[in-house]
């Protein structure tokens, strides 16, 4: 697996760093409220695992798995729900927490769909953001790390599924995404 990746951008003492950093920022910010996060599964796994445990404060946490990928590099833009409900945020201090802001194709349809059970406020919290024009207008308010628009896997993320259990975020080898099928 570790001969796969081509470099290593954020180790782990690296990403635990910024994670206390991360969540010293929302502590602070949510203080005075409380917090439903809602976490997009798989990729912000690992992430939201981490960032969490720093965070002191009351909230309820909330998954909602998403596809929008399907299995390739190149995002399609169309965003299924794997849940048909909602989850339940009236009223609350929402904080979506992703692994990586790409094409915003994601986060817009989340937010979107957030929005429709009338949340308090709306945050948007990712490890990872990429430098890049994006399809969708789409920000984060809290970012670990802006990054080059390279594919990444590692600490949450895949490529087809695999490397999500890497304890760094590193860069795939350009050979391995151009393989058809594995
Ligand atoms: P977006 O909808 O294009 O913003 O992409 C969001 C989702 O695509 C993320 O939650 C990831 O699952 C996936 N993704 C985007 N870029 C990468 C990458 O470099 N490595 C692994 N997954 C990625
Ligand atoms: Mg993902």
Avoid: W
């Amino acid at each position: 697996m570790q001969s796969d990746i081509e470099r290593v951008l954020f180790d782990g003492p690296a990403i635990h760093k910024r994670l206390d950093e991360m969540a010293a920022q929302i502590t602070a910010d949510y203080s005075d409220r409380e917090l439903t996060v809602i976490a997009i599964l798989t990729g912000s796994l690992m992430f939201m695992s981490d960032l969490l445990r720093r965070i002191p404060l009351p909230l309820k946490l909330d998954c909602l798995s998403v596809v929008s990928y399907h299995g390739k590099t190149q995002p399609s833009g169309e965003v299924i729900f794997k849940q048909l409900a909602v989850p339940d945020v009236a009223d609350r201090d929402v904080l979506i927490l992703d692994d990586i802001l790409d094409t915003g194709h994601t986060l817009a349809a989340v937010r979107k769909k957030l929005e429709t059970a009338k949340p308090r406020s709306i945050r948007i919290c990712v490890l990872l953001s990429k430098r890049k024009q994006r399809a969708r207008d789409v920000d984060a308010d809290y970012i670990g790390f802006e990054i080059d628009d390279e594919f990444v896997v590692g600490y949450g993320l895949d490529f087809m599924e695999r490397y999500r259990n890497l304890p760094y975020v590193g860069v795939l080898r350009k050979e391995l995404l151009e393989q058809p099928n594995q």
